[in-house]
T-cell receptor, first 114, second 112 residues
Framework: NAGVMQNPRHLVRRRGQEARLRCSPM?????VYWYRQLPEEGLKFMVY????????ESGMPKERFSAEFPKEGPSILRIQQVVRGDSAAYFC????????????FGQGTRLTVV | GENVEQHPSTLSVQEGDSAVIKCTYS??????FPWYKQELGKGPQLIID?????GEKKDQRIAVTLNKTAKHFSLHITETQPEDSAVYFC???????????FGKGNQVVVIP
Protein backbone atom coordinates (compact mmCIF):
# COMPACT_ATOMS: atom_id res chain seq x y z
CA ASN A 1 0.00 0.00 0.00
CA ALA A 2 1.83 3.04 -1.26
CA GLY A 3 1.89 6.13 0.89
CA VAL A 4 0.93 9.64 -0.13
CA MET A 5 2.66 10.38 -3.42
CA GLN A 6 3.69 13.88 -4.40
CA ASN A 7 5.32 15.04 -7.59
CA PRO A 8 7.50 16.58 -8.60
CA ARG A 9 9.85 16.40 -5.60
CA HIS A 10 11.64 19.53 -6.75
CA LEU A 11 10.30 22.30 -8.97
CA VAL A 12 12.08 25.39 -10.19
CA ARG A 13 10.09 28.21 -11.71
CA ARG A 14 10.93 31.69 -12.89
CA ARG A 15 8.99 34.62 -11.48
CA GLY A 16 5.69 34.96 -13.28
CA GLN A 17 5.40 31.31 -14.32
CA GLU A 18 2.85 28.83 -13.07
CA ALA A 19 3.57 25.98 -10.64
CA ARG A 20 1.48 22.81 -10.50
CA LEU A 21 1.96 20.44 -7.61
CA ARG A 22 0.34 17.02 -7.60
CA CYS A 23 -0.74 14.76 -4.77
CA SER A 24 -2.12 11.24 -4.90
CA PRO A 25 -3.57 10.21 -1.52
CA MET A 26 -3.09 6.83 0.10
CA UNK A 27 -5.34 4.10 -1.23
CA UNK A 28 -8.77 4.35 0.36
CA UNK A 29 -8.25 7.96 1.51
CA UNK A 30 -10.64 10.56 0.15
CA UNK A 31 -9.58 13.57 2.25
CA VAL A 32 -6.61 15.65 1.15
CA TYR A 33 -4.87 18.55 2.87
CA TRP A 34 -2.18 20.91 1.67
CA TYR A 35 0.37 22.54 3.99
CA ARG A 36 3.23 24.94 3.34
CA GLN A 37 6.52 24.87 5.21
CA LEU A 38 9.04 27.70 5.20
CA PRO A 39 12.66 27.01 6.28
CA GLU A 40 12.94 26.31 10.03
CA GLU A 41 9.20 26.82 10.46
CA GLY A 42 6.29 24.57 11.23
CA LEU A 43 3.71 23.58 8.69
CA LYS A 44 0.92 26.01 7.89
CA PHE A 45 -2.49 24.74 6.82
CA MET A 46 -3.63 25.88 3.40
CA VAL A 47 -6.64 23.90 2.21
CA TYR A 48 -8.73 20.80 2.91
CA UNK A 49 -10.47 18.99 0.05
CA UNK A 50 -12.63 15.97 -0.53
CA UNK A 51 -13.40 14.57 -3.94
CA UNK A 52 -14.78 17.43 -6.07
CA UNK A 53 -15.26 19.64 -3.01
CA UNK A 54 -13.26 22.28 -1.21
CA UNK A 55 -14.11 21.91 2.47
CA UNK A 56 -11.89 24.54 4.06
CA GLU A 57 -9.64 26.97 2.19
CA SER A 58 -9.15 29.42 5.02
CA GLY A 59 -5.35 29.08 4.82
CA MET A 60 -5.05 29.78 1.12
CA PRO A 61 -3.80 33.17 -0.07
CA LYS A 62 -6.66 35.04 -1.70
CA GLU A 63 -4.91 35.49 -5.03
CA ARG A 64 -2.87 33.29 -7.37
CA PHE A 65 -3.41 30.07 -5.38
CA SER A 66 -6.03 27.44 -6.15
CA ALA A 67 -6.57 23.76 -5.37
CA GLU A 68 -8.71 20.99 -6.73
CA PHE A 69 -9.34 17.31 -6.11
CA PRO A 70 -11.21 15.93 -9.12
CA LYS A 71 -13.28 12.78 -9.22
CA GLU A 72 -10.48 11.06 -11.08
CA GLY A 73 -6.79 11.76 -10.69
CA PRO A 74 -4.60 13.50 -8.16
CA SER A 75 -5.20 16.65 -6.19
CA ILE A 76 -3.55 19.69 -7.73
CA LEU A 77 -2.23 22.79 -5.99
CA ARG A 78 -1.78 25.54 -8.55
CA ILE A 79 0.18 28.73 -8.05
CA GLN A 80 -0.10 31.29 -10.80
CA GLN A 81 2.44 34.05 -11.49
CA VAL A 82 4.84 32.79 -8.86
CA VAL A 83 6.94 35.21 -6.81
CA ARG A 84 10.10 34.58 -4.78
CA GLY A 85 8.05 34.48 -1.57
CA ASP A 86 6.27 31.36 -2.83
CA SER A 87 9.52 29.39 -2.47
CA ALA A 88 8.80 26.76 0.17
CA ALA A 89 8.14 23.08 0.71
CA TYR A 90 4.54 22.12 0.02
CA PHE A 91 3.24 19.01 1.72
CA CYS A 92 0.12 17.04 1.04
CA UNK A 93 -1.54 14.81 3.62
CA UNK A 94 -4.45 12.40 3.36
CA UNK A 95 -6.84 10.70 5.74
CA UNK A 96 -9.56 8.06 5.37
CA UNK A 97 -13.23 8.90 4.78
CA UNK A 98 -14.40 7.69 8.16
CA UNK A 99 -14.00 10.17 10.94
CA UNK A 100 -10.34 10.15 11.84
CA UNK A 101 -7.70 12.70 12.51
CA UNK A 102 -4.76 10.52 11.54
CA UNK A 103 -3.20 12.38 8.66
CA UNK A 104 -0.31 10.89 6.70
CA PHE A 105 2.05 13.14 4.78
CA GLY A 106 3.82 12.82 1.47
CA GLN A 107 7.47 13.67 0.91
CA GLY A 108 6.66 17.14 -0.31
CA THR A 109 7.43 19.31 -3.31
CA ARG A 110 10.18 21.84 -2.86
CA LEU A 111 9.38 24.87 -4.97
CA THR A 112 12.14 27.33 -5.80
CA VAL A 113 11.29 30.55 -7.58
CA VAL A 114 14.22 32.20 -9.32
CA GLY B 1 -7.36 30.19 15.83
CA GLU B 2 -5.28 27.54 17.55
CA ASN B 3 -1.80 28.55 18.66
CA VAL B 4 0.77 25.86 19.46
CA GLU B 5 4.11 26.58 21.12
CA GLN B 6 7.04 24.18 21.43
CA HIS B 7 9.98 24.25 23.85
CA PRO B 8 12.95 23.99 23.67
CA SER B 9 13.78 24.79 20.06
CA THR B 10 16.92 22.64 20.09
CA LEU B 11 17.71 19.72 22.35
CA SER B 12 20.97 17.77 22.50
CA VAL B 13 21.13 14.51 24.44
CA GLN B 14 23.68 11.76 24.92
CA GLU B 15 22.82 8.45 23.33
CA GLY B 16 20.89 6.37 25.82
CA ASP B 17 19.51 9.34 27.74
CA SER B 18 15.90 10.54 27.60
CA ALA B 19 14.56 13.48 25.62
CA VAL B 20 11.45 15.45 26.55
CA ILE B 21 9.73 18.02 24.34
CA LYS B 22 6.86 20.14 25.63
CA CYS B 23 4.07 21.86 23.76
CA THR B 24 1.34 24.21 24.87
CA TYR B 25 -1.88 24.98 23.05
CA SER B 26 -4.38 27.77 23.34
CA UNK B 27 -7.74 26.36 22.26
CA UNK B 28 -9.35 24.44 25.12
CA UNK B 29 -11.66 22.76 22.58
CA UNK B 30 -8.74 20.91 20.96
CA UNK B 31 -8.97 17.20 21.60
CA UNK B 32 -6.46 15.51 19.30
CA PHE B 33 -2.68 15.90 19.61
CA PRO B 34 -0.34 14.14 17.16
CA TRP B 35 3.44 14.21 17.08
CA TYR B 36 5.40 14.10 13.83
CA LYS B 37 9.05 13.35 13.17
CA GLN B 38 10.66 14.99 10.16
CA GLU B 39 14.06 14.00 8.83
CA LEU B 40 16.00 16.22 6.49
CA GLY B 41 14.45 16.37 3.05
CA LYS B 42 11.51 14.18 3.98
CA GLY B 43 7.87 14.60 4.89
CA PRO B 44 6.53 14.55 8.46
CA GLN B 45 5.99 11.05 9.81
CA LEU B 46 3.26 10.44 12.38
CA ILE B 47 4.93 8.73 15.36
CA ILE B 48 2.34 8.89 18.12
CA ASP B 49 -0.88 10.69 18.95
CA UNK B 50 -3.18 11.18 21.92
CA UNK B 51 -6.79 12.15 22.36
CA UNK B 52 -8.12 14.22 25.19
CA UNK B 53 -9.94 11.36 26.88
CA UNK B 54 -6.61 9.84 28.04
CA GLY B 55 -3.68 11.29 29.94
CA GLU B 56 -0.85 9.13 28.64
CA LYS B 57 -0.04 6.84 25.76
CA LYS B 58 3.07 4.74 25.19
CA ASP B 59 4.53 2.97 22.18
CA GLN B 60 7.86 1.24 22.83
CA ARG B 61 10.43 3.97 23.49
CA ILE B 62 8.12 6.91 22.93
CA ALA B 63 5.30 8.21 25.09
CA VAL B 64 3.04 11.23 25.14
CA THR B 65 1.42 12.82 28.18
CA LEU B 66 -1.43 15.31 28.18
CA ASN B 67 -2.48 17.81 30.83
CA LYS B 68 -5.78 19.28 29.70
CA THR B 69 -6.08 21.65 32.66
CA ALA B 70 -2.73 23.28 31.92
CA LYS B 71 -3.19 22.84 28.16
CA HIS B 72 0.13 21.24 27.55
CA PHE B 73 1.38 17.90 26.24
CA SER B 74 4.81 16.35 26.06
CA LEU B 75 6.73 13.82 24.00
CA HIS B 76 9.09 11.52 25.87
CA ILE B 77 11.77 9.49 24.08
CA THR B 78 13.67 7.02 26.24
CA GLU B 79 16.97 5.24 25.49
CA THR B 80 17.66 7.65 22.63
CA GLN B 81 19.52 6.41 19.58
CA PRO B 82 21.30 8.35 16.80
CA GLU B 83 18.41 7.60 14.43
CA ASP B 84 16.13 9.58 16.75
CA SER B 85 17.92 12.74 15.58
CA ALA B 86 15.33 14.78 13.66
CA VAL B 87 12.92 17.68 13.95
CA TYR B 88 9.84 16.85 16.00
CA PHE B 89 6.58 18.74 15.52
CA CYS B 90 3.60 18.75 17.82
CA UNK B 91 0.16 19.66 16.56
CA UNK B 92 -3.34 20.17 17.89
CA UNK B 93 -6.77 20.03 16.35
CA UNK B 94 -10.37 19.15 16.92
CA UNK B 95 -10.83 15.41 16.46
CA UNK B 96 -12.19 14.70 13.00
CA UNK B 97 -10.97 18.06 11.72
CA UNK B 98 -7.57 17.67 10.15
CA UNK B 99 -6.81 21.34 10.04
CA UNK B 100 -3.74 20.73 12.18
CA UNK B 101 -2.08 23.67 13.94
CA PHE B 102 1.64 22.90 14.19
CA GLY B 103 4.31 24.11 16.54
CA LYS B 104 7.55 25.40 15.03
CA GLY B 105 9.42 22.19 15.75
CA ASN B 106 12.23 20.96 17.97
CA GLN B 107 15.59 19.90 16.60
CA VAL B 108 16.68 16.86 18.59
CA VAL B 109 20.33 15.85 18.30
CA VAL B 110 21.41 12.53 19.78
CA ILE B 111 25.16 12.52 20.42
CA PRO B 112 26.74 9.06 20.03
Amino acid sequence: NAGVMQNPRHLVRRRGQEARLRCSPMKGHSHVYWYRQLPEEGLKFMVYLQKENIIDESGMPKERFSAEFPKEGPSILRIQQVVRGDSAAYFCASSPPISSSEAFFGQGTRLTVV
Amino acid sequence: GENVEQHPSTLSVQEGDSAVIKCTYSDSASNYFPWYKQELGKGPQLIIDIRSNVGEKKDQRIAVTLNKTAKHFSLHITETQPEDSAVYFCAATLYGNNRLAFGKGNQVVVIP
